[in-house]
C-alpha cells in the first residue's frame, strides 16, 4: 500500500491551480480532509482562496464527503467546483 495520498484537481479548480494532481506523505497528522488542505495551502500559499472556497466540493476515493472526512495512506482525494447544468 502507498504511503501517499493522491490528490486530483478538476474543472476550473484545475485551471485556478495550474495542476491536475499530485500526491502527498500521508503521516499521522494528516486524519482529515481539512487537513489535506491545510497542508497543499502550506505547500502553495496561493492556493488558499480556491481551496477554502465554501462551494469546494470534495470526494475521497470517488465518495462525496465533508471536510472532517477521515482519509488513510493510499486514499485518492479530489477537489472540485460546483457543478452547474442547463
Known amino acids: 500500500m ?3 495520498i493522491n490528490v486530483k484537481f ?6 485556478t491551480l495550474n ?3 499530485l500526491s502527498i506523505p500521508h503521516n499521522e497528522s ?3 480532509i481539512a487537513d489535506v ?13 480556491p481551496l477554502a472556497s465554501n462551494s469546494l466540493l470534495m470526494a475521497v476515493n470517488h465518495e462525496m464527503v465533508q471536510s472532517d472526512h477521515l482519509v488513510k495512506a493510499g486514499d485518492e482525494v479530489a477537489f472540485f ?6
Open 2 to 4: 502507498s504511503n501517499e
Open 37 to 49: 488542505k491545510q497542508v497543499l495551502i502550506a505547500n502553495k500559499p496561493d492556493w488558499q482562496a
Open 19 to 21: 495542476c491536475d494532481g
Open 81 to 86: 467546483p460546483p457543478v452547474t447544468g442547463g
Open 30 to 32: 494528516i486524519t482529515t
Open 10 to 15: 478538476f474543472a476550473a479548480l484545475r485551471e
